[in-house]
């Protein structure tokens, strides 16, 4: 077969070759600790959310629904934005997508093509790149590393990465895979350059609500400048444990959802109906599960941090999120497949995010399992 340019320029996902060494060390006997998925391994969806989907499925909510999403998820998801500060949305402005990731597909295809240019800050989700290449852009990075990943440091650098032909910036925070939340001092510095470069900043604000020690991820589009020009994408895969029911939302200007609406009812239609009011209740009635997982994930990242530190490991304290950058010296792909070979610890390596140097562990795990991983890996000297 003949493939398009646009899928020989895109990697698969960098966790794949990690986690097939990982899944034949199990097909042979291994127990292998895999602290490479972002996926919430111990917390299971809250009952309510998943009585809500089936008192749907027995009232018949198995149908095709409104493309841009059934209006009593648009509310509750427009309540939110309001309470999140994002005053300027209505429910016009909320498109109702099967997962973040393909509203992220539909805002990129519908903002960029052959010739822009996108803004990543690294270390940067691996599917931005690709969400970027598939759309036939250019990329310019920056790079927080030397700033334990803050973007305020930053924001110099940023300033050099950036001109007058950057189409998109993306802003991640809490942010995967370093776990910072972006001061709002950055983010004005962000808006700057922005009004500066007439830039459409993208706001990937998954994990907003998992923050550590008080802090609180502002929402960019709530900065004074930033309402006309971001698009806040969010979705339920994180705060709920809900990754696989596969539901997220992006709200934007009117112009952007339409147009990028195009895209989303002419491949998915719209997300699976009885999820959608699943996605009601879990807006409204999941506030002490939500709690209970961000308290657990504190305390995982304390065990984390304080282990690493105990090892003389310079690991930055993660903010948000429930991700640690590890740094492991000069090559984290060899790192990586000799923590899986030996010491039967799955990671991902830095360069996936575009910082080579670090492995990315994931800590949403049982605390128990956690502990088993990284005491493995001090077992093994990898530390
Ligand atoms: C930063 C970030 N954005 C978006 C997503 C997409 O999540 P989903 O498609 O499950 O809503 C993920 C998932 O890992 C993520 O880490």
Not at 60 to 86: C, E, F, M, Q, R
Request: charged share 25%; glycine share 8%; aromatic share 8%.
């Amino acid at each position: 077969m003949d493939f398009a340019a646009r899928v020989e320029r895109i990697e698969p996902s960098a966790t794949v070759a990690i986690s097939n060494k990982a899944s034949r060390l199990e097909a042979e006997g291994a127990d292998v600790v895999d602290l490479s998925i972002g996926d919430i391994v111990d917390f299971d969806t809250p009952e309510n959310v998943k009585d809500a989907a089936t008192e749907a499925l027995d009232a018949g909510h198995t149908g095709y629904t409104p493309s841009s999403g059934i209006p009593a998820l648009k509310s509750a998801i427009v309540d939110k934005l309001h309470a999140d500060g994002l005053t300027q949305y209505g429910t016009e402005n909320v498109m109702v997508t099967p997962g973040g990731k393909q509203g992220l597909f539909e805002v990129f295809q519908a903002l960029v093509e052959g010739g822009d240019e996108v803004a990543l800050i690294d270390p940067a989700w691996v599917s931005y790149e690709a969400l970027a290449k598939v759309a036939g852009a250019d990329l310019t990075r920056v790079d927080t590393t030397g700033y334990d990943f803050a973007l305020e440091p930053a924001l110099d650098d940023l300033a050099d990465a950036v001109s007058d032909e950057t189409d998109l910036l993306v802003v991640n925070s809490p942010g995967n895979p370093h776990g910072m939340v972006y001061s709002d001092a950055a983010l004005e510095g962000v808006r700057d350059l922005a009004v500066e470069h007439d830039i459409t900043v993208v706001s990937d604000e998954i994990y907003k609500e998992i923050t550590y020690d008080g802090i609180e991820a502002t929402s960019l589009g709530s900065v004074d400048g930033m309402a006309d020009r971001t698009v806040t994408l969010n979705g339920f895969s994180k705060a709920y444990a809900m990754t696989g029911w596969r539901l997220g939302y992006y709200a934007a200007p009117e112009e952007l959802v339409e147009q990028a609406g195009k895209i989303h009812g002419h491949s998915v239609t719209c997300a699976v109906n009885f999820v959608q009011h699943a996605g009601v209740e879990a807006l409204e009635n999941t506030d002490e599960a939500i709690e209970e997982m961000r308290a657990a994930f504190e305390s995982r990242r304390d065990t984390l941090v304080e282990f690493f530190h105990d090892h003389g490991k310079d690991v930055a304290t993660p903010e948000g999120a429930f991700y640690i950058m590890l740094p492991v010296g000069n090559d984290d792909v060899a790192w990586a497949e000799t923590a899986v070979e030996e010491a039967h610890v799955a990671t991902v390596p830095g360069s996936a995010f575009g910082t080579p140097g670090y492995v990315r562990l994931a800590y949403a795990n049982d605390e128990a399992r956690l502990r088993e991983g990284v005491e493995r890996l001090a077992e093994n000297d990898l530390l």
